[in-house]
């Protein structure tokens, strides 16, 4: 089994940053593949940046890129999204996510599905003011 508890969301205004945490526990071949997702009100869940754990081999969403950073701690168990730039179309309640890799045709990797994801936190807010 493994458990994940996400913190450090909040409220700031446009151009800020924030870094978020997921603590996680349990066996960590099941969580091989890393990410955070986002979902906000109206709208469907949306992968944001993921990591294959330990390779640091990372994918995110073309709206992220070069303003979010994913990262992990090994030691710590712990993944971080740091977020900066932040712009009102980045709120949103974010999710961490751990999973196992998929097959892409002949390759073996993350996936940025959520579906792929069998385990999933509880959620920290986002908000980001104009």
Excluded at 11 to 16: I, L, P, R, T, W
Excluded at 36 to 55: H, N
Excluded at 85 to 107: F, N
């Amino acid at each position: 089994q493994v458990q994940l508890v996400e913190s450090g969301g909040g409220s700031v205004q446009a151009g800020g940053s924030l870094r978020l945490s997921c603590a996680a526990s349990g066996y960590s071949y099941s969580r091989e593949c890393m990410a955070w997702f986002r979902q906000a009100p109206g709208k469907e869940r949306e992968g944001v940046a993921g990591i294959y754990s330990g390779r640091s081999r990372t994918w995110y969403v073309d709206s992220v890129k070069g303003r979010f950073t994913i990262s992990e701690d090994s030691a710590k168990n712990t993944l971080y999204l740091q977020m900066n730039s932040l712009k009102p179309e980045d709120t949103a309640m974010y999710y961490c996510a751990a999973g196992r890799r998929q097959w892409a045709g002949a390759v073996l990797s993350c996936s940025t599905n959520g579906a792929t994801y069998n385990y999933w936190g509880q959620g920290t807010q986002v908000t980001v003011s104009s």
